[in-house]
Structure formats: structure tokens, C-alpha cells
């Protein structure tokens, strides 16, 4: 059971423009999101989180929108850069609450910037 | 230089034969965890440590084991190492729970 669900394998965006990177959960107990972005032969580096007691996170060009009742959140970068060209995993955690280190992560969505 | 180490970078090895990815940290960290990834699963955890001698199972903990004898070293040990073992490994180490983790480079393991 996939709890946290990233519905779109890739996404292809034109340089300057803003790209939406969306990420859904079932699971209500989650309190804190991260998204992690990926290159090729590296490691996720963590790019932005977000409490479950706040509804929007920014970070200069990457913003975070969480909608708790419709379990949704998606990553906005504006504008879009091909350095933004990369895998990006959303993930989910109750840790907070109950001191559960378990990070749940979606499947990634593969974004192509477009020069 | 606050990172995650891992080694090796890549291995292949055969079915059964023993083996250890060894990850280490130099931010202090309390909690650390490996991940495998594969295609359209993400990334699953495996083990997570939230101290020394502390450790317990994430999703998809068959067929591996842990030891968490430093703060620093998380190695992840393959007793019996199956083709099904096959994958991208990638360790990560927090300060806190749910915060931010940083991940090591990652291991691409081959079993055949």
C-alpha cells in the first residue's frame, strides 16, 4: 500500500517557467513533508519541508503548498532552471508527534527543464 | 565537510556469499536508516537506528541486519545476499526525528 503517491512519473517544463510537482498521502497521520531531489549517480538532497501545522513553505524559488483536507501537497519553482532538472522524491513523516523516525517516501517525479 | 559515507560505490557480488556496505557520519547524528530504490517503488527503509544499540525494522527488512556499536557507523550487512537484492542503496543520518535527513552517495548492489 503506496502511502504516499507521486501520480506523475515525469514532467517536462520550459526554462523560466513555473513547474508543479504534486504529491498525495492517505495516511492522516502525517505531520511533516519533505521533498528531496535527485541527480544521477548522487544521493537525495533535501530541498524544502513543511509542518502539517502550516500550509504553505517558501524557499526562494521553491514553495510548498500543503491542503490537509484534500491530503496534497505539491512544490512549485518559479522560474525554472535547467539546474532544476533532476528525480524528486516527496516524504512523509509522523515522527514528530510520536518519535517515529520513519520517513515514507513517494515514487519520484523525473523533471526535465527545457531550455 | 558534513557528510554521509558510504562504501563501496558499486559492487557485485554472487548469490550467498557475506557481505557489508559500511556507512559512516561526521555531523553527529543521532538517527541514521538505509533505503533501497528501485524503478517505481522510491525509496523503501530497510533499518533505522535512532541511537547506539538501538535499532529497528522499516518496510522491507528481510534478508538484511544492522549493528549501531558507534554514533558515527551504520554498516548494513547481507548475510545471504539474493538476486532479488539487486539495487541502489543510499544510508541517511538526522539530527532529529522527522527532521531532515542527509543521504550518502549511494551503492549499487548486484547479486547474480
Known amino acids: 500500500d503506496q502511502q504516499v503517491k507521486q501520480n506523475s512519473p515525469s514532467l517536462s517544463v520550459q526554462e523560466g517557467r513555473i513547474s508543479i510537482l504534486n504529491c498525495d498521502y492517505t495516511?492522516?497521520?502525517?505531520?511533516?513533508f519533505l521533498w528531496y531531489k535527485k541527480y544521477p549517480a548522487e544521493g537525495p538532497t533535501f530541498l524544502i519541508s513543511i509542518s502539517s501545522i502550516k500550509d504553505k513553505n517558501e524557499d526562494g524559488r521553491f514553495t510548498v503548498f500543503l491542503n490537509k483536507s484534500a491530503k496534497h501537497l505539491s512544490l512549485h519553482i518559479v522560474p525554472s532552471q535547467p539546474g532544476d532538472s533532476a528525480v524528486y522524491f516527496c516524504a512523509a513523516n509522523w515522527g514528530v508527534r510520536f518519535g517515529n523516525e520513519k520517513l515514507t517516501f513517494g515514487t519520484g517525479t523525473r523533471l526535465t527543464i527545457i531550455p | 565537510e558534513a557528510q554521509v559515507t558510504q562504501n563501496p560505490r558499486y559492487l557485485i557480488t554472487v548469490t550467498g556469499k557475506k557481505l557489508t556496505v559500511t556507512c559512516s557520519q561526521n555531523?553527529?547524528?543521532?538517527?541514521m536508516s538505509w533505503y533501497r530504490q528501485d524503478p517505481g517503488l522510491g525509496l523503501r527503509q530497510i533499518y533505522y537506528?535512532?541511537?547506539?544499540?538501538?535499532?529497528d525494522k522499516g518496510d522491507v527488512p528481510e534478508g538484511y541486519k544492522v549493528s549501531r556499536k558507534e554514533k558515527r557507523n551504520f554498516p548494513l550487512i547481507l548475510e545471504s545476499p539474493s538476486p532479488n537484492q539487486t539495487s541502489l542503496y543510499f544510508c541517511?543520518?538526522?539530527?532529529?526525528?522527522?527532521?531532515?535527513?542527509?543521504f550518502g552517495q549511494g551503492t549499487r548492489l548486484t547479486v547474480v
Open positions: 555531523m553527529n547524528h543521532e538517527y
Open positions: 495516511n492522516s497521520m502525517f505531520d511533516y
Open positions: 541517511a543520518s538526522s539530527r532529529d526525528r522527522g527532521t531532515r535527513a542527509f
Open positions: 537506528s535512532m541511537n547506539v544499540e538501538v535499532t
